[in-house]
C-alpha cells in the first residue's frame, strides 16, 4: 500500500477530479476522496469556518475534517490562482492552504502545489517535481504521471460535453450504480440551461440536489460543461471588457450561448455570499433579458436553506415553463 492521500470532494474537486487522482495514483500514491457532502459534514464545516464564508468553502473545511479524521497520510490541497492565462480563480481557492492550516495546526500535512499559469510553465513543472520528489518519484516519473493524468482529464471532459454527468463518470470509473445522476426522461418536454459553479450544481446536498428534481420532473438539463469550448469561448469574448475570473467567464459564455439554443428556461444556482456570482449572476440576468425572453430563475443557497422552499421554487417554475409552452 502506497501513502494515503486525501482529496476532499469539494470545490475545484468536481472540475480536476480525474487529473488529481491518476497523478497522485501514477506517482504510486492511494488517493482516498472524502464522502458525498452530508449533513454532518456541512455542520462539521460551519463549525469550523469564519463568519462570511460562503457554503462551498464550508463544505470544503468538512471534508478536510473527514480525512483528517480518517487518518490520511497527506491531503492534497493545491493553491490554486490560475488554470488559464490572463484568468483568475475566486480569491478563497489561493489562500485555502493557509486557511486550513489554520484550523487544523499540526494536525495534518498539506501537499499545496502552486498553480499559477499566468507565470512561467516551467515554474509550474517545479511545483508538479516538488509533489512527485515528496513521494520518492524523480522529474522524468513525475512528467510522465502529469501527462497520464491529462489524458485522463480530457476523457473527462469529452464525457461531459457528450451530456453526461460527473456522478455517471464515476460510477462508471468505480462501477457504483448508487451513486449515478437520475437521467432524464426518454422524451423530456422542457428543456433548461442551469448555471453555476461545478461544486454547487454537482454537489447534491449544496444545490438540493436540483438537478434530480428537474430530471424527475420532465426536464432535459444542461450545463456549461455540457456546451462546446469554442462555443463558450466565441461567446464569451461578444462581452464589452473581458472576465478575468475563470468560472464567470465560462458562465457568461454559456449564458450568451443558451440565448441562441431552444432552452425553455434558464435556472442560475448561486451561494450565498458568493462574491464573483454578485456581479456573473446581474451580468446573466440583464443580458438574457435583453437578449431574449427567456424565463430565468436564480436560486441563493446557504446552510439554512429550507428544501421545501427550493422544490416549491422549481415546481412553480418548471409550471410556469409548460404554461408557456402551452401558449
Excluded at 480518517?70 to 488559464?84: E, H, M, T
Excluded at 442551469?194 to 430530471?215: E, N, Q, T
Excluded at 456546451?227 to 464569451?236: N, W
Amino acid at each position: 500500500m502506497g501513502t494515503t492521500v486525501g482529496i476532499p470532494r469539494a470545490l475545484a474537486y468536481h472540475d480536476y477530479s480525474p487529473l488529481w487522482k491518476a497523478f497522485l495514483s501514477n506517482l504510486g500514491a492511494e488517493p482516498v476522496i472524502s464522502p458525498p457532502t452530508n449533513q454532518a459534514i456541512v455542520n462539521d464545516g460551519v463549525g469550523l469556518a469564519v463568519d462570511g464564508t460562503c457554503l462551498p468553502v464550508k463544505i470544503f473545511y468538512g471534508h478536510v475534517s473527514w480525512l483528517i479524521e480518517a487518518g490520511v497520510d497527506s491531503i492534497f490541497l493545491p493553491r490554486l490562482i490560475s488554470v488559464a492565462p490572463k484568468e483568475y480563480i475566486c480569491p478563497k481557492f489561493m489562500g485555502l492552504p493557509d486557511m486550513m492550516a489554520a484550523a487544523f495546526p499540526n494536525r495534518a500535512r498539506f501537499i499545496a502545489p502552486v498553480v499559477n499559469l499566468t507565470l512561467s510553465p516551467r515554474l509550474f513543472y517545479r511545483e508538479l517535481e516538488k509533489v512527485g520528489q515528496g513521494l520518492g518519484c524523480t522529474a522524468k516519473e513525475t512528467r510522465k504521471a502529469w501527462d497520464e493524468a491529462l489524458a485522463a482529464q480530457k476523457r473527462f471532459q469529452s464525457f461531459l460535453q457528450g451530456g453526461n454527468w460527473p456522478a455517471e463518470y464515476e460510477a462508471e470509473q468505480d462501477r457504483d450504480t448508487e451513486s449515478m445522476v437520475t437521467r432524464p426522461l426518454d422524451n423530456p418536454n422542457l428543456r433548461i440551461g442551469l448555471l453555476g459553479h461545478s461544486y454547487v450544481i454537482y454537489d447534491k446536498l449544496a444545490s438540493m440536489d436540483a438537478v434530480s428534481r428537474l430530471h424527475h420532473m420532465g426536464a432535459e438539463v444542461l450545463t456549461v460543461d455540457m456546451l462546446s469550448p469554442a462555443r463558450i469561448e466565441a461567446q464569451a469574448v461578444r462581452w464589452p471588457k473581458r472576465m478575468f475570473w475563470t468560472s464567470g467567464r465560462r458562465i457568461l459564455g454559456a449564458a450568451w450561448e443558451y440565448t441562441e439554443m431552444p432552452v425553455d428556461g434558464i435556472i442560475y444556482i448561486t451561494a450565498f455570499g458568493c462574491g464573483t456570482d454578485s456581479l456573473t449572476a446581474e451580468l446573466v440576468e440583464r443580458t438574457v433579458r435583453r437578449r431574449s425572453q427567456i424565463p430565468q430563475l436564480i436560486l441563493n443557497i446557504d446552510e439554512h436553506t429550507g428544501e421545501a422552499g427550493v422544490v416549491t421554487r422549481l415546481e412553480a417554475f418548471v409550471d410556469m415553463l409548460r404554461w408557456r409552452r402551452a401558449r
